[in-house]
């Protein structure tokens, strides 16, 4: 493991990046309370050691405060993996690792919150998924905050779906359905109150640099560097600013494995205080 760390260490400090403030996007992935809170699902229901993630948190908002002066849109990805919405390949590797229903992540519960530190910010989009990636078509729905329609929804049990449903209020799939179909105008969408994919989204937006921070480095920023990449982005990864839950007998093996794979293959690894700077144009 150290010769990874040395690695990905080396790959940072030799980065030169060259970042355009308007086609650029933050992304913040599933940094929410069962993944950084000690009274979370990763620590207390399947003993993970959350350290690298909770140490990430100073650095993810130290970027979020420097985008934000310099308008650059910041994505907030919320997880919700109730099993009524995931797809049944992904809830079978669940139930695989001792994930049953009603466990992690679940629409309308504390545990599915993105952490408040980031929240009190402000985000300039949440994006909604139910499988690991944030591009995942047909799974995935993004809203500006300040939507009260999908504000409330989402803090509604997935329970209650049956009811709304035959009350004709919209419910997941119908969020998913509209994000995924195509829209002439992703702003006014937004300002009325609309869904959208997260590429429709950045394509809007003329983004073609995304900056992505978050959580976990092998599974859901694997899988969000992997849509990104093979949608032709440039990605920016600082090592201080993405992080893995340890695993029990392997500590965090998983995490620089990745992130050495990401670093070599598909995205530029640097600082935070490397991003910053070249933001700030030093």
């Known amino acids: 493991m150290k010769e990874l760390k040395n ?10 990046i060259d970042i355009n403030r308007r086609k650029t996007a933050l992304i913040c992935v599933d940094l929410l309370n069962d993944g950084n809170n000690d009274k979370g699902f990763f620590k207390q229901r399947l003993g993970f050691d959350i350290s690298l993630m909770q140490k990430i948190e100073p650095k993810v908002i130290e970027l979020i405060k420097t985008c934000k002066r310099y308008n650059i849109p910041i994505i907030g990805v919320q997880a919700i993996y109730d099993f009524d919405y995931i797809p049944t390949s992904m809830r079978k590797r669940f139930e695989a690792m001792g994930i049953k229903e009603g466990g992690l ?14 929240k009190k910010i402000g985000l300039d989009l949440i994006l909604v998924k139910s499988h690991y990636s944030a591009f995942s078509p047909g ?11 999908v504000e409330q929804y989402m803090k509604i049990s997935s329970k209650e779906d049956e009811k709304l449903k035959s009350n004709e209020i919209k419910v997941m799939p119908g969020y998913f359905k509209e994000a995924n179909a195509s829209k002439k105008d992703i702003g006014a969408c937004l300002k ?19 900056i992505i921070v978050g959580a976990s480095t092998h599974v859901c920023i694997d899988s969000t560097v992997s849509g990104a990449s093979e949608r032709g982005y440039d990605i920016i990864m600082p090592i201080d600013a993405v992080a893995a839950e340890g695993i029990p007998n392997e500590g965090h093996l998983r995490h620089f494995t990745y992130l050495s794979n990401q670093g070599l293959f598909k995205a530029e690894l640097t600082t935070t205080e490397k991003i910053i700077k070249n933001l700030d144009g030093e």
């Open 192 to 210: 009325n109150n609309g869904v959208v994919s997260l590429d429709n989204y950045l394509r809007d937006k003329n983004i073609d640099t995304l």
């Open 139 to 149: 799974r995935t729905f993004g809203f500006r905050p300040g939507n009260k329609e």
């Open 7 to 16: 690695m990905i260490e080396g790959m940072a400090n030799r980065s030169n």
């Open 105 to 118: 992540s679940l629409k309308g519960s504390w545990g599915s919150e993105i952490i408040p530190e980031l």
